[in-house]
């Protein structure tokens, strides 16, 4: 079983940075990749960002490429999310998820693709 607890949310201005943090536990992650998923009120779960866990690949949806970067470390079994230039329609919950499966690119953004979740961690972008 794989255990994922995300922290770093909270209340930033329009053009503020945050820094998510997803830490992982249970099984080891070397042939995992770990995946940032975004919903916001009303709205469906999205792709955010993705890294494979043993080659550090990284992979980006169009709406945060640039700003946002994901990184991992190996040692602490830990995934970032760094986030700059932020905007009001960044605003909110973020999950990290992790599958037990190799994803090509295109399907490490489905929200199905991944076997488990974190709890979520509330961004919200004032303007």
């Known amino acids: 079983q794989v255990q994922l607890v995300e922290s770093g949310g909270g209340l930033v201005q329009a053009g503020g940075s945050l820094r998510l943090s997803c830490a992982a536990s249970g099984r080891t992650f070397s042939s995992y990749a770990m995946g940032w998923f975004r919903q916001a009120p009303g709205k469906e779960r999205e792709f955010a960002a993705a890294?494979?866990?043993?080659?550090?690949?990284?992979y980006y949806a169009d709406s945060v490429k640039g700003r946002f970067t994901i990184s991992r470390d190996n040692a602490k079994n830990t995934v970032y999310l760094q986030m700059n230039s932020l905007k009001p329609e960044d605003t909110a919950v973020y999950y990290c998820a992790a599958t037990n499966y190799f994803l090509v690119p295109a399907q490490l953004m489905g929200v199905e693709r991944y076997d488990y979740w974190g709890q979520g961690t509330q961004v919200t972008v004032s303007s």
């Open positions: 890294i494979r866990w043993s080659s550090g690949s990284t």
